[in-house]
């Protein structure tokens, strides 16, 4: 293979994440030319449905597939996170790379964290999860939904449109931002605290790699990239997902860490209300079979 076509949405944190990708390439095989190829997805497009609301799996990955299947591209880089657990025929996830901070954080216009709000401030978050993890710990709180990249969203809090937002650190990171502390943007100072007590989304921190799976000088090409113990976490993660049947927008947190040679996952399921937390935990040292465990636990199977 002389040249490696990346597929990649073309907002600000897609283009770094891609962009590490061809660095490491690049690095792993100096011979290997890496190009972009843009691909505009329906979730960059519709800029104003709740995405909560979204029954269709795939918003921000599915077109980003089409491309690889039709090859206009050889691998698609994505955040795990939003990927279904149900892939298209055909394709496959070659390469996993070292997790980044899984963590939530909350970025305000005051100091202090949560803790810190005032009564019936306006958070900003399109994620059931992260709106049901936020209202269980302060119910006095609006969780009011935000669409939009890292930039616009931290524009409009800086804009006075949100009293706080809640984002992902591996995010900020990826970004040159702050995950704690302060943070200025188009000259507003905000903070930044991390949210300990919140699990986050199935797959959160990591950046995955889907190629064609019958595409063998891909996947040599990009298994130097991949992190085997982040690969682990992750699939006992997005098993528990798969096997409580629901896709990136239910309202489940889940994570798994390796210690020793065992995986320790936890995780967290809310109703549709978004009320009603039910939490479960094992270890183990198979994944999938670690996922499926505690997703049973989750309801009591």
Request: aromatic letters at 2%; proline letters at 4%.
């Amino acid at each position: 293979m002389k040249t490696i076509r990346l597929a990649t949405r073309g907002s600000d944190l897609a283009l770094a994440q891609t962009r590490e990708v061809a660095r490491l390439l690049s690095a792993a095989h100096p011979e290997l030319q890496v190009t972009e190829v843009l691909i505009r997805t329906t979730g960059d497009r519709d800029k104003e449905s709740d995405l909560a609301k979204a029954a269709e799996p795939g918003l921000f990955t599915k077109e980003l597939e089409a491309a690889l299947l039709d090859g206009r591209a050889d691998a698609a880089v994505h955040s795990l996170k939003d990927l279904p657990t149900v892939l298209p025929g055909g394709l496959k996830l070659a390469a996993i790379l070292p997790r980044a901070d899984s963590a939530d954080v909350l970025v305000s216009a005051q100091p202090g964290g949560l803790e810190a709000l005032a009564s019936g401030a306006r958070v900003g978050t399109g994620s059931p999860r992260r709106k049901a993890m936020l209202l269980a710990a302060r119910d006095d709180v609006s969780a009011v939904p935000i669409r939009g990249n890292v930039p616009t969203r931290l524009a409009k809090l800086a804009a006075g449109e949100y009293d706080a937002i809640i984002l992902a650190a591996a995010g900020l990171t990826r970004l040159g931002h702050p995950v704690s502390g302060s943070l200025t943007f188009e000259g507003a100072a905000l903070d930044v605290t991390k949210l300990d007590s919140f699990l986050p989304a199935p797959g959160q921190g990591a950046v995955a790699i889907e190629i064609r799976a019958d595409d063998a000088e891909a996947a040599a090409a990009v298994s130097a990239l991949h992190d085997e113990a982040t690969d682990a976490a992750v699939r006992a993660e997005r098993e528990v997902l798969r096997a409580s049947g629901g896709g990136c927008h239910m309202a489940l947190g889940a994570l798994a860490q390796l210690v020793g040679d065992e995986l320790c996952l936890e995780a967290v399921v809310f109703d549709e209300a978004g009320t009603a937390p039910r939490h479960a935990s094992a270890r183990g040292k198979n994944a999938e079979a670690l996922g499926r465990e505690v997703a049973a636990k989750l309801y009591g199977n």
